[in-house]
Structures are given as structure tokens and as C-alpha cells.
């Protein structure tokens, strides 16, 4: 071994070099660690401030929520006290300007911590349904419309105010090409600060239209509200169409109409408008693979009652949209196979 002073000086430099090197950490990795902390303290912060002003509203809350990793997860699966604000949503004066639960949900949203968000999400069947169907009544419902602005408006902000297009191909040209026709899901939108009757479908239609971004990350009892608020907002009966799901009326009084018409309390007006966010949301209810059996039956329910509105009100959107529903509903319960109602055929 040479005893070379610069070769020895050179290996002990090369040696401090590999040591300051080993134990220097990453700056990139310590700040994006230091962030996602920083991040989740804060989103536990605001779940916890808005358990805390919750239970100034629900004194009976469980204390597992107080001391849970993720509150606003914990009280989105939560049936017990989601069964418990239902009910506070279902009283007479549950929409007014100054009622405490509306308030809540509107800065419970306005946190804009997406846990937070959900959870407002979870409630919307509800405060929709109860919302439309005292329209008519000319009651205070400033607390609904205010959660329901605040939807839109964060919707609105999302998409920069930009339509939901998509590209649908149409049947071949004699050139063997394929053309595609730009169908609009979901027109553009206009900053609002108020509900007027004329604005009133496109605001309900579009926070409709969130909760379905949103819809598979609810509980099944949401989902299962939402089909009942259809069910009640059609103001049909649609025990008639039971065949078109698979199964039939036992007896002849259980399909009778009611009224004459088959015309139940709850009606509302359902323009287009307001008709495709929901249907959307019930193909979910009624097509996604392994769903819930008493989901299935309520949007089953639901999606009758809506057909024969429809056919009450002789509005051919409405009529194929529901139709081609009921039939691929019953499509999918009699196959014995997997049956995707998505999947393109091979010729």
C-alpha cells in the first residue's frame, strides 16, 4: 500500500464526502412530508371545529367522533346521526333564513376541506326534495337555497363556467369514416347570487349534478333518500309499469290508479333541465354492479313513477330516457350472467 500523503489526504476527502452525503437529507423529500403534515392537521382542524359546532345542534353526538383520525368520515357512515339530522331537515321550518342546521351545512361546505364537502353532499337528496316540494308553498326557504348556491357556485368555479361536452360517434358514412356529433351534457354556467323560479331547475339540476361526481363515495342510505325524493317529486303511480322491471302487480287493486289519474300528493314541475342529472343518478342506483337489493327496489320504484309521469306529461325525452332505464334494469336482473349494460356488442 503506498503511504503517499496526498493519496491518503484524497481517500479521507472522498470518505467526508460520502458521509456528509449519507446523512444529508433530501430538502424536496423533508418539505413534501412537512406539507402533506401541515395539510392533514389542518383538514383535522376544520372537521373537528365542525363536529364541535354540530353538537351545539346534535347534543346526543357519539364521543367516537371527537376522537376519530378523519371526523367528517366517521359521520358520513354514521347512520345514527345521519337519521337524526334527516329528521332535523324533514321539520316544517327546516329551510328559513335563520335555522341552525342550514347555516351549519353552508360553512360546513364553505371550508372547502373535501371530507367536509361530502358530507354536505350526503344530505342533498333531502334538502332538494324538501326544497322543490315546498316551492309551491310559499314558506321561508333561504337556508336550502343558500347551501344549494353555495353548490353551484363552487361547481361554477370548477369548471370555469365551461359545458360538459362529449364526442358520440354516428353510424359509418359511405366512406367507412366515422363521424362524431359534440352532444352537451351539461350547458355552461352564470355566476348566481340568488334563486329566481326561472333559475330555480338549472341551480337544483347542476348540485345534482355534483353529488353524482361524487356518488360513489355516499352511503347507500343516501342513495336510497335520493331515489325516495324521485319517487315523491313524479307524484305518479307507477305500479302499472311493474313488468317493465321483471315482476307484476300480485292483484288488479294493487295497479289501480289512484285519483283517476294515478296522480299522488308531492308533484312538482321536472323539466329536462332537472330530469338528466337525476336519471343519471339512478342508472347508478339501478345498473352499478354489486349493488345494494333494497337500493335496487327503490330505484326501481322511482324510476316507474317517473315513467309515468312522463307519460302523464307526453314528454318524449323523459319517456325514452325512464324506458330504456326500466328495460335495462330488467335486462340486468334476469341475465344469469354478468350482463354490462355499457359493453358494446360484437356483431
Not at 369548471?159 to 355552461?188: E, F, M, Q, W
Not at 348540485?207 to 324521485?230: D, G, T
Not at 317529486?233 to 311493474?242: F, H, I, R, V
Request: net charge negative; charged share 20%; glycine share 4%.
Amino acid at each position: 500500500m503506498s503511504n503517499d500523503p496526498s493519496t491518503s489526504s484524497t481517500l479521507e476527502d472522498d470518505q467526508d464526502t460520502i458521509n456528509s452525503t449519507t446523512i444529508t437529507p433530501s430538502s424536496t423529500t423533508t418539505t413534501s412530508v412537512s406539507a402533506s403534515a401541515s395539510s392533514h392537521n389542518s383538514s383535522l382542524s376544520k372537521s373537528q371545529s365542525a363536529i364541535q359546532s354540530l353538537s351545539t345542534i346534535l347534543p346526543s353526538l357519539p364521543p367516537s367522533l371527537f376522537s376519530s383520525s378523519n371526523p367528517a368520515r366517521s359521520l358520513l357512515h354514521d347512520h345514527h346521526t345521519a337519521s337524526h339530522i334527516s329528521s332535523l331537515l324533514r321539520q316544517p321550518d327546516s329551510g328559513a333564513g335563520d335555522n341552525n342546521l342550514c347555516r351549519w351545512l353552508y360553512d360546513t361546505f364553505q371550508s372547502s376541506d373535501p371530507d367536509l364537502q361530502l358530507l354536505v353532499l350526503r344530505f342533498l337528496p333531502l334538502i332538494a326534495g324538501i326544497y322543490i316540494s315546498r316551492v309551491a308553498l310559499r314558506v321561508p326557504l333561504a337556508g336550502f337555497e343558500a347551501v344549494l348556491l353555495a353548490l353551484y357556485a363552487h361547481e361554477t368555479a370548477t369548471r370555469s363556467g365551461h359545458s360538459i361536452t362529449v364526442s358520440v360517434p354516428t353510424s359509418p358514412a359511405k366512406n367507412n369514416s366515422t363521424d362524431l356529433n359534440l352532444a352537451v351534457i351539461s350547458p355552461s354556467l352564470e355566476p348566481y347570487g340568488t334563486v329566481r323560479s326561472t333559475r330555480r331547475a338549472r341551480i337544483v339540476g347542476v348540485a345534482l349534478e355534483l353529488y353524482y361526481s361524487k356518488i360513489h363515495e355516499m352511503p347507500v342510505l343516501s342513495k336510497i333518500e335520493f331515489c325516495q325524493f324521485c319517487k315523491l317529486s313524479a307524484g305518479q303511480d307507477g305500479e302499472m309499469y311493474k313488468e317493465m322491471t321483471g315482476s307484476s302487480c300480485s292483484n288488479r287493486n294493487e295497479c289501480k290508479e289512484e285519483d283517476g289519474n294515478g296522480e299522488k300528493e308531492g308533484r312538482v314541475p321536472l323539466p329536462w333541465e332537472l330530469m338528466q342529472p337525476v336519471l343519471r343518478i339512478l342508472g347508478h342506483c339501478l345498473l352499478c354492479p354489486n349493488q345494494n337489493k333494497e337500493l335496487v327496489d327503490k330505484g326501481s320504484e322511482a324510476c316507474r313513477s317517473l315513467y309515468a309521469r312522463s307519460m302523464h306529461d307526453i314528454n318524449p325525452n323523459a319517456i325514452l330516457a325512464t324506458g330504456s332505464l326500466l328495460r335495462l334494469t330488467k335486462q340486468t336482473l334476469d341475465s344469469k350472467d354478468d350482463f354490462d349494460p355499457t359493453e358494446i356488442p360484437k356483431s
